[in-house]
């Protein structure tokens, strides 16, 4: 009986999730109701608030659980070690990322874009941030605190500009061309050729 219960709940949570986002992008965030939920779920307004206290509820449940799906296929110690970088390891890893966001392109559009200023973005940046505090080495050639700011901007405006491009490059294309960036610098990213 607790497996068929649980696997009820899933069921309806995933339900309710699905609704949620299909609405987002019909109606936007601000717009959408209880009612609006329950019924694109096909169930009960009393069952919705079992699961959830209100639509900011849901939201910030799901923007953490999407922050923490991306995070979760991270493994600096792969590819930070040594003060330096494994860009294999880390095209890897961003490929992985990338293929996390693809599967789920509607919330993380939201996330990042933010268009009901939640501080979704913020969050996703903050999260960005303090994971690469916590793993990047203590000495970097530029102001460290600097660094810990631009690379989670890059990173995330690049996500978002191929969301709002039908990600029209792959995950792997994508990750092999953040990696190069990050890899090349702004000296040796201008093809010498175009001189």
Do not use: C
Request: net charge neutral; aromatic share 10%.
């Amino acid at each position: 009986m607790s497996n068929q219960t649980d696997l009820r709940v899933i069921k309806t949570q995933e339900a309710i999730k699905t609704a949620f986002l299909q609405l987002i992008s019909k109606k936007g965030f601000v717009a959408i109701t209880i009612n609006d939920i329950a019924q694109q779920a096909r169930i009960n307004r009393s069952t919705f608030y079992l699961h959830y206290t209100d639509k900011y509820a849901l939201l910030n449940q799901l923007t953490t659980n999407g922050i923490a799906r991306v995070a979760t296929t991270i493994t600096p110690e792969l590819h930070i070690a040594d003060n330096g970088v494994n860009y294999t390891a880390f095209t890897q890893d961003l490929n992985q990322s990338l293929s996390v966001v693809a599967g789920d392109p509607v919330l993380y559009t939201f996330i990042l874009n933010d268009p009901a200023h939640l501080g979704l973005r913020q969050r996703a940046e903050d999260a960005l941030k303090a994971y690469l505090n916590q793993h990047l080495p203590q000495n970097t050639q530029m102001a460290r605190d600097l660094l810990l700011e631009i690379v989670p901007s890059i990173y995330l405006a690049a996500i978002r500009w191929w969301l709002a491009h039908d990600m029209k490059y792959s995950p792997q294309f994508l990750a092999q061309e953040l990696a190069k960036f990050f890899e090349l610098g702004s000296r040796s990213i201008i093809d010498s050729d175009s001189h």
